[in-house]
């Protein structure tokens, strides 16, 4: 039952007619929020107040959907423990709501005669139209604007809908009193534009040979070397979301928890699916600095002038891209990268969220904290039906895709479309942002940024991509807090906004997507910030367990081999697995 009432929680958010007329719409992530809300506002209360008591039902309520919640089985001596209530009241008032039909009794099992506690279906719809009550009224009191929807609004993130952010000023940063510090980055349009700004504002300080740019393989390549070297060369690294487990499980990252209760950054501010892409087990490693979301772009223009829909499964943005596919005007129906290597492994890892699954057996929930068996425990889901579907997908969109598909990479395809070649394209909504702001572009303001199609019209599953900052475990402790204020300075909210602004759509921070600036800027903004409120959102698309870097490696050769060379898929998708199992058991002897 805790599965499914996760699932329901998602499929409320989505906006499913059938069960949105019983409960409220609500995240799980809010309703988690709210518990922990309701739990820190009655305790105080309960501690302070002359003659008051605990409310035995309130707090049992709460710990057992937060058990609930997160998955936890719980008894009936850590229910009473955990609602910090006298034995005896607690045991009466349990014994009283499973007569009354509002805790259900599971069996431990294994011939054990005792049991688990679970809320009924009765009880949590009615907590949930409570805590909508709840969402609702915090809405209306801190920072709704007028006319909006309550649904509009995301309980526990900490930004007033109506307050502009200021502009970034370098006085902020100067009073830092920063040290010269050294940084591993991504080579993009981003990181480059921070570069820039960091060294605008720090004048002598803020040298450019300080950043060091690399592509995203030699930024791996790089990042193993520099983090197993006993000489530092580097005090911040730009950690590319999926390689997070591989790193923070060797030790080689520096724990972060420690410096954010001095920080200047409010964790709730951030959505709780982006910054728990920097949390390893229970222990954050890595701060968010621009998540970027996996779309398919269209040419309004011409959808409309055909008066063809745009495509929401597989099979449409094959039909789609069929019609408007005309390779001897070297027009084409869609671009995708099909290079081999890291491009096509994402592509088949993102068409696999598609189908709601993805290529180890795990729960398809973003997760606040990340934690994974070890490798040996874990399934993997390469040989499967799911993924035959995937790949023969793959072999259509090869049908109607530029005729050099096998080697395009992210930047390849992007150009196609920004240059009126393609009628689609699958892309990051960082490298989208060029479509509207760079002057070479052919299509401004004539593109439709649309959800991923999804297979048979399944819920919408849009993968989260984009790049932590982290400090190697190696930086000495007095260093690690002078470049915790620099990490604060680059990931707040001013700094964020100016990039919006100028021309980057997605920031993981609540206070800038809702700054009225900010989304008059791009309509990506947002577009996925609404996508964000309906969780929509996959952060387990390119699920970070620490060998991720050989699955993707793997996938990158035998899905190329099987798409572009004639390797047949079930051998292909077969030995996939082979070979990551041979690799992963041979490294355990």
């Known amino acids: 039952m805790a599965r499914k009432f996760v699932d329901t929680i998602e499929t409320q958010a989505q906006g499913s007619d059938a069960v949105h007329s019983q409960v409220p719409s609500l995240t799980s992530h809010e309703l988690s929020r709210i518990v922990d809300f309701l739990r820190r506002l009655r305790a105080p209360f309960d501690a302070n107040m002359p003659g008051a008591k605990p409310d035995v039902y309130l707090n049992i309520t709460l710990e057992l959907v937060d058990a609930h919640l997160r998955v936890t089985p719980i008894d009936k001596s850590g229910l009473i ?97 920063l040290g010269d510090i050294k940084f591993l980055l991504n080579d993009d349009n981003y990181f480059v534009a921070m570069r820039n700004m960091w060294s605008d504002f720090r004048n002598d300080f803020g040298k450019r040979s300080s950043f060091e740019l690399q592509r995203l393989p030699d930024l791996y390549e790089n990042t193993r070397r520099t983090l197993s070297e006993v000489a530092p060369r580097y005090d911040v690294v730009a950690m590319n979301m999926p390689w997070l487990g591989e790193f923070a499980e060797r030790g080689e990252l520096a724990p972060l928890d420690n410096l954010l209760a001095d920080a200047a ?37 011409l959808f409309e002038a055909r008066s063809i829909p745009f495509p929401k499964t597989f099979d449409e943005t094959i039909a789609a891209a069929h019609d408007f596919h005309d390779p001897e005007k070297e027009f084409y129906g869609i671009a995708w990268n099909g290079q081999r290597g890291m491009p096509i492994a994402n592509s088949f890892m993102f068409f696999l969220a598609a189908c709601r699954t993805t290529v180890i057996d795990m729960p398809l929930r973003n997760q606040e904290s990340w934690s994974f068996d070890t490798f040996e425990k874990l399934k993997l889901q390469i040989d499967t039906e799911d993924a035959l579907e995937v790949v023969e997908y793959m072999k259509q969109l090869v049908e109607v895709s530029p005729p050099d598909i096998a080697t395009i990479d992210w930047d390849r395809r992007i150009h196609y479309f920004m240059s009126g070649q393609t009628a689609m394209a699958y892309c990051w909504t960082m490298r989208a942002a060029r479509f509207e702001h760079e002057l070479s572009s052919r299509v401004a303001r004539r593109v439709a940024y649309l959800p991923p199609p999804s297979r048979r019209m399944r819920r919408v599953s849009a ?41 980057f759509p997605v920031a993981p921070r609540f206070s800038v997507c809702a700054d009225p600036e900010a989304l008059a800027s791009s309509p990506i903004v947002s577009m996925v910030d609404r996508m964000a409120r309906k969780n929509e959102l996959v952060t387990w698309a390119r699920p970070p367990v620490p060998e991720f870097n050989l699955i993707e490696r793997t996938l990158g050769e035998e899905i190329h081999e099987i798409v572009f060379n004639g390797k047949s898929p079930q051998r292909g998708l077969k030995d996939a697995e082979n070979r990551i199992l041979s690799v992963v058991r041979n490294e355990m002897r």
């Open 265 to 301: 950054i409010n964790p709730l501010d951030f959505h709780p699916s982006v910054w728990g892409t920097g949390n390893w087990k229970g222990t954050q490693y890595g701060i968010p600095l621009y998540c970027t979301i996996e779309i398919l772009a269209a040419r309004k223009d």
């Open 81 to 177: 423990s955990s609602a910090d209530v006298p034995y005896s009241t607690g045991n009466r008032m349990i014994a009283k709501m499973i007569e009354d039909g509002l805790i259900s009794q599971v069996p431990r099992g294994n011939g054990l005669k005792t049991h688990f506690l679970e809320p009924s279906e009765a009880l949590l719809n009615a907590f949930m139209a409570y805590a909508s009550h709840v969402k609702g009224h915090m809405a209306k009191t801190f920072g709704l604007r007028k006319g909006t929807e309550t649904s509009e609004y995301y309980f526990g993130g900490s930004y007033f809908a109506s307050q502009i952010i200021s502009p970034v000023r370098g006085e902020d940063i100067s009073a830092l009193n």
């Open 463 to 503: 993968p989260v991509g984009g790049f932590l900052l982290t400090i190697p475990a190696y930086v000495e402790p007095a260093q690690q807090k002078q470049i915790i204020s620099a990490i604060a300075w680059m990931v707040s909210p001013e700094a964020m906004k100016e990039h919006v602004k100028n021309g």
